[in-house]
């Protein structure tokens, strides 16, 4: 009867084993991976599926073989030498591969180590965070004109990160994408608010998790009059950050730099007692041109907020935001309180998604009542959308 080959899981120290699970969190160590390996991703049935592999190999002739390390076969079985890994990336860091390299060329000793270390560290940067940097991720999908949008949800984690992390892996969506009628439709912006405010009452009153909502994570496209609705709907009374998505790129904000300051005019109205309605022109990410005015509108005061250099990639850091939100608010300030005989404007915008979003949240009732306008890709003219009051 043969000798049995001794098992060398068998031979590593249960601390040591356990030691991996807890600095892994149970998931595969190989770079984009990530999976849970104590539980089935299909029946979510509670299993083992993990592979404690060497890096530098027990046997010889086995991937990474170190001939003076083996010498001391403890050494081999330590916590510097291990890796979890699922069974995928077990046989892909230990097999030669597809085009005959060996394992010690496509998988260095050095690389893996880096590896091991970069999952190791990321795993104890997430779990160090304090609770109140917990943030509920919410997206709000809108239909738009000949294009859909991407939500990404590692690209959304990662946006989020370091500043907050996500309370639960499941996001809080806002869906208006199951309806059919386009904007040609007389009901389309009645019926999308209606969706809005009705979706939100009913999902923020609490998490998935079934937790208070104490700070959201606010993802959002659409079209500029949706998303104003859905900051009023919203309000300022839950803390919020908002993201923007850059063009060819994710939603993750720039780092602050020379270029966060912006330079913008306002300008007020002279000599309007006789009127009570005017026109609120914001021009952010491009220019509106009086031929893009209706004609109701072309005659009637304007109160404008302009970016000097507007444009589609002006909107680039965080800081950038919070300028804008306080700008904002004390231009609307000065409307109210300069002009009070004026009941309703007429908003014209050019303007990212996130200062629409904030735009609505900052909107208080003693403001005028808002008439929002939208602007088409290709008809250019603004045309009535939604009243906010």
């Known amino acids: 009867m043969g000798k049995k080959k001794p098992n060398k899981h068998r031979q590593i120290p249960i601390s040591t084993k356990r030691k991996l699970w807890v600095v892994t969190a149970g998931r595969c160590q190989y770079p984009g991976c990530t ?17 404690i592999a060497h890096i530098e190999a027990v046997s010889e002739g086995g991937a990474r073989y170190n001939k003076i390390l083996a010498a001391d076969k403890s050494k081999l079985h330590e916590f510097s030498n291990l890796m979890l890994l699922c069974d995928t990336h077990h046989r892909l860091i230990d097999n030669v591969s597809s085009n005959g390299v060996e394992p010690h060329i496509h998988h260095s000793v050095d690389k893996l180590k880096r590896i091991k270390r970069s999952h190791e560290e990321m795993i104890e940067f997430m779990t160090s965070f304090n609770s109140l940097r917990n943030s509920y991720p919410m997206l709000l999908k809108c239909n738009m004109e000949k294009f859909k949008i991407n939500f990404d949800i590692d690209d959304i984690r990662e946006a989020m990160l370091p500043d907050r992390r996500p309370k639960t892996p499941q996001t809080i969506d806002i869906d208006l994408t199951k309806s059919s009628i386009t904007e040609e439709d007389e009901n389309f912006w009645r019926q999308n608010a209606f969706e809005i405010k009705q979706q939100l009452n ?56 020379e270029d966060s300051d912006f330079e913008y005019q306002t300008i007020f109205p002279q000599d309007i007692d006789n009127y009570t309605e005017g026109v609120l022109e914001i021009s952010i990410s491009g220019n509106i041109t009086d031929n893009q005015y209706p004609e109701h509108l072309k005659n009637i005061p304007r109160f404008t907020f302009k970016a000097d250099n507007p444009g589609f990639y002006f909107l680039n850091t965080y800081e950038k935001f919070e300028l804008f939100r306080k700008e904002i608010r004390e231009f609307m300030n ?10 309703k404007l007429h ?34 003219i603004f045309k009535f959308a939604l009243e906010i009051n």
């Open 35 to 51: 999976e849970l390996l104590w539980r089935d991703s299909v029946t979510y049935q509670e299993l083992n599926k993990s592979y």
């Open 202 to 257: 009913f999902r923020i009153q609490q998490g998935p998790d079934r937790d208070e909502i104490n700070h959201l994570s606010i993802f959002a496209m659409g079209p500029i009059p949706l998303l104003i609705y859905f900051g009023y709907c919203l309000g300022d009374i839950i803390d919020t950050n908002l993201y923007q998505k850059h063009r060819n790129a994710g939603w993750k904000w720039e780092e602050n730099n």
């Open 334 to 343: 000065v409307v109210r309180e300069e002009y009070p005989q004026v009941s």
């Open 347 to 380: 908003l014209l915008s050019a303007i990212p998604c996130p200062i629409a979003i904030e735009f609505g949240r900052a909107y208080m009732k003693e403001y005028a009542k808002i008439f929002v306008y939208n602007s088409s890709r290709e008809e250019r």
